[in-house]
């Protein structure tokens, strides 16, 4: 009995150990390599990431935020972000997160400036960032009612890039169209507020792509299941 009740805690801790091995052995381990546009690291990637590695910290990933069209395979890519409004590669398995919506937007201090607009005929009466793709004056990406149309077709500031509107608008600068997506964190925070909600125009959607195989890597699995539950609670 002496013997027993002194070696009995190591034989707990022994089988504790066992446990805890084969727990450890069986989480997903290594590393994700990701592509993602640079708009994504400026917005919700950073906190998607710390909180997928809380849940699996066995994992690490490598994000290339870039504009350009990655080529996953070729570039030894397991997993991309992809925000468009229509996918060409075939080779490629698409997961759809969500639409992503451009909608209006100021902040607190602009309209406690200048007021909220309550009709879109009122639009007129303000400052206006305006949405330039392609760097094409005047062009829209999405059809949109007139009213809107003729307001935000000029402005005092005008640009191609979604973040630069986002930072102006957070100045204070005016009345401008961001993706919901982006806006997010801002609407969340209080430094922007939704303008006019019942316009809405479709801009293109959100994706999750990776290579097409029969057996997908465990790893990518589990990346594809959180990315895509987080993003689509975010949106």
Not at 28 to 53: C, N
Not at 169 to 182: D, M, T
């Amino acid at each position: 009995r002496r013997f027993f009740g002194d070696v009995a805690p190591h034989i707990a801790g022994l089988r504790d150990a066992a446990q805890a091995l084969d727990a450890y052995q069986g989480q997903p381990q290594g590393l994700i390599r990701l592509s993602a546009p640079p708009g994504s690291g400026e917005t919700f990637l950073g906190e998607m990431l710390v909180e997928f590695g809380a849940r699996y910290p066995l994992l690490s990933v490598e994000v290339d935020l870039s504009s350009r069209h990655v080529d996953l395979l070729r570039e030894g890519f397991d997993v991309a972000l992809r925000a468009t409004r229509e996918l060409a590669d075939s080779s490629l398995v698409a997961r759809k997160i969500h639409d992503s919506d451009v909608q209006l937007f100021a902040s607190p201090s602009y309209l406690a400036r200048r007021g909220l607009p309550r009709a879109m005929d009122e639009l007129a009466d303000h400052e206006r960032i305006v949405f330039l793709p392609n760097a094409r004056r005047g062009q829209w990406p999405v059809d949109h009612a007139d009213a809107v149309r003729e307001a935000m077709a000029t402005g005092r500031i005008a640009t191609d890039n979604f973040h630069l509107i986002r930072s102006v608008l957070r100045a204070g600068g005016g009345i401008g169209p961001l993706p919901r997506l982006l806006a997010a964190p801002d609407l969340a925070s209080g430094r922007l507020v939704h303008v006019l909600p019942e316009w809405s125009q479709r801009a293109g959607t959100l994706y999750l792509v990776y290579p097409s195989a029969r057996h997908v890597p465990r790893n990518v699995a589990v990346f594809r299941d959180f990315a895509m539950a987080w993003l689509k609670r975010l949106s």
